[in-house]
T-cell receptor
Framework: NAGVTQTPKFQVLKTGQSMTLQCAQD?????MYWYRQDPGMGLRLIYY???????DKGEVPNGYNVSRLNKREFSLRLESAAPSQTSVYFC?????????FGDGTRLSIL | GESVGLHLPTLSVQEGDNSIINCAYS??????FIWYKQESGKGPQFIIDIRSNMDKRQGQRVTVLLNKTVKHLSLQIAATQPGDSAVYFC??????????FGPGTSLSVIP
């Protein structure tokens, strides 16, 4: 039982490049979330999906897009990466409470 | 605006002592609170939660206290062990799908 799997684990991009972060869960949870974590800060919600076919903006959605491909998968896309998007990105899922997190994607944009 | 904050960004404790990590929240409508532990290179892991209709909840070596009067949450870890060294986050649920995280407290256990 893998839980929440994020790919890739690490990525370095150049400014302006595009990238899709993948998240897959095998827990049959309805809700999925994307957060970013910056040094010395808590997690900030980028986008979430309450169920297959629906997505909503969180606190910091600018510069990102998401796709809820099916119940298992929720992807996060950076169309034109900027240095300010250097961060650790976490995917989480939930059915009831609490959320369950993946181990993150560490993204650096040069 | 809404916020969840921690009084102490870092905490060092002697192995075997009890640890107390504090958290202040600002949204009186929050109905559910969670503590997470995050080890280096890992995602946050659930430790314990408490609903707003409770004042105290105990787990294995951990206790969460909720004081709604002063909007304060604390996590107590009994007999702290080296494996407890991590960053601890409190989080509050302000609506069904919205959870706000605090900035985290780094706990360092001295052997």
């Amino acid at each position: 039982n893998a839980g929440v799997t994020q790919t890739p684990k690490f990525q370095v991009l150049k400014t302006g490049q595009s990238m899709t972060l993948q998240c897959a869960q095998d827990m049959n949870h309805n809700s999925m979330y994307w957060y970013r974590q910056d040094p010395g800060m808590g997690l900030r919600l980028i986008y979430y999906s309450a169920s297959e076919g629906t997505t909503d903006k969180g606190e910091v959605p600018n510069g990102y897009n998401v796709s809820r491909l099916n119940k298992r998968e929720f992807s996060l896309r950076l169309e034109s990466a900027a240095p300010s998007q250097t961060s650790v990105y976490f995917c989480a899922t939930r059915k009831g409470q609490p959320q369950h997190f993946g181990d993150g994607t560490r993204l650096s944009i040069l | 605006g809404e916020s969840v904050g921690l009084h102490l960004p870092t905490l060092s404790v002697q192995e075997g002592d009890n640890s107390i990590i504090n958290c202040a929240y600002s949204n009186s409508a929050s109905d559910y609170f969670i503590w997470y532990k995050q080890e280096s290179g890992k995602g946050p892991q659930f430790i314990i939660d408490i609903r707003s209709n409770m004042d105290k909840r105990q787990g294995q070596r951990v206790t969460v206290l909720l004081n709604k009067t002063v909007k304060h949450l604390s996590l107590q870890i009994a007999a702290t062990q080296p494996g407890d060294s991590a960053v601890y986050f409190c989080a509050e649920r302000t609506s069904y799908d919205k959870v706000i995280f605090g900035p985290g407290t780094s706990l360092s256990v001295i052997p």
